[in-house]
């Protein structure tokens, strides 16, 4: 009964991850369209980004710099749902406001 319990979790994780992808992105790529707004375009007269762009320049570094965080063989679901939140929601959002506060101050 252990040994199928491993492949549902790995069933459900992927289609999980099919269904939230496309919010993460949309996220990531406004969070890094704030921040290209706020600091580079004044910064060094560089034009604004489109989305598409944004979206394109946060998923080329991801996809070759770090990949999706496996779950765990004993991990929950819910655990393994917490630390995608966390990379893919959280992270994003204290960026934003940090970037939200420094570009108050240039």
């Known amino acids: 009964m252990s040994t199928s319990s491993p492949g549902r979790l790995e069933i459900a994780i992927y289609l999980l991850s099919l269904l939230f ?35 394109g320049i946060w998923l080329l570094p991801t996809y070759l710099t770090r990949p999706f965080p496996a779950a765990q063989p004993e991990e929950h679901i819910a655990d393994y749902l917490v630390r995608v939140t966390e990379r893919n929601v959280i992270k994003p959002f204290v960026a934003y406001s940090i970037g939200w506060v420094l570009q108050h101050w240039m």
């Open 21 to 55: 992808f496309p919010a993460f992105l949309m996220w990531n790529g406004y969070v890094v369209a704030a921040l290209w707004q706020w600091f580079c375009v004044p910064t060094f007269g560089l034009p604004p980004l489109s989305m598409p762009a944004t979206m």
